[in-house]
């Protein structure tokens, strides 16, 4: 990029990752000052990524240097990019790194798939960035089907096409906001994966309801939630939903639990028994 034209694309890129940031999300400390702008603050985001906030504030500015690729990794880390966004970065600041990636990461890595085991009381699964389920932990087979097991399911294909175990819940209409949100992103950051493509398709024909959350364009962020499930099994089930993210690969790890001591973290935990028997996580 010719002249002054990276340092203004460079700083609108930023500002426009740090606005889309919520604090909540990243575990950030409110003060009492109000925020006179959505996301994160400037001071905010320099923390996280370990450098000065006037290096920051020039960048942003469009005024600093060209950054290197150790503060390009810092800032990648601390605005939560994707990979293919972090690449986007290193490319604007003409910076060497990493190569866009062709399609999302289906691999998992063993550190994740080994946490699953380490969960006691907790239903966990991994989804990629096209909601397919790439690895799960038994109790996650007890509660939400046996598919997720096989390595073939897809939370979007369930959600919309009624593919797989569904189950009567209070997140429904939630849940059908978060995935649309979900993929949109994918799309923007795997434009050449056909498996998403193929995906797209399938949800655009068979689901009027896909289609109209799709023109809505919904955004959500992955954070906590509460939600009512009625299980053939154990029947009526108050469950926590809590996502981390994986941003290497673009992945998240859903975490499912009943409140310590609550009638659904008893009911889990018999799911969890009946279901260890059967050994290796799903996806593994």
């Known amino acids: ?82 990979p293919a966004e972090r690449s986007h970065l290193f490319r604007l600041a003409g910076a060497t790194g990493p190569p866009p990636a062709d399609g999302a990461v289906r691999r998992v890595r063993p550190h994740v798939a080994a946490m699953l085991e380490r969960l006691p009381g907790t239903a966990a699964i991994v989804t990629d960035a096209v909601y397919d389920v790439v690895a799960c932990n038994p109790p996650a087979a007890a509660l939400l089907g046996d598919d997720l097991r096989d390595g073939g399911a897809n939370l979007a294909r369930r959600r919309f096409l009624g593919r797989g175990r569904l189950y009567e819940s209070s997140g429904a209409e939630e849940f059908a906001h978060i995935v649309v949100a979900r993929l949109r992103m994918a799309a923007g950051r795997y ?3 056909a498996r998403l493509a193929g995906l797209l398709g399938e949800l655009r024909a068979g689901s009027e309801e896909f289609r109209q959350v799709w023109e809505a364009r919904p955004v959500h962020a992955p954070g906590h939630r509460v939600k009512t499930v009625e299980h053939p099994v154990a029947g009526r089930l108050r469950l926590n939903c809590d ?29 969890a028994n009946r279901r260890a028997r059967y050994g290796s996580p799903c996806g593994a």
């Open 1 to 82: 990029m010719a002249g002054q034209e990276w340092r203004r694309e460079l700083a609108r890129f930023l500002r426009g990752r740090r606005e889309a940031l919520s604090p909540r999300t990243l575990g950030v400390v409110e003060t009492e000052a109000p925020r006179r702008t959505p996301g994160l603050r400037r001071e905010e985001v320099a923390e996280l990524a370990h450098m000065s906030v006037d290096y920051y504030t020039r960048l942003e500015q469009a005024r600093g240097p060209r950054p290197s690729p150790r503060i390009l990794d810092g800032l990648a880390r601390a605005l939560r990019l994707a």
């Open 191 to 193: 434009p050449h994966d």
């Open 243 to 271: 996502v981390l993210l994986v941003p290497e690969d673009d992945q998240q790890v859903v975490l499912i639990t009943g409140d310590p001591g609550s009638p659904s973290a008893r009911a889990l935990d018999d799911l």
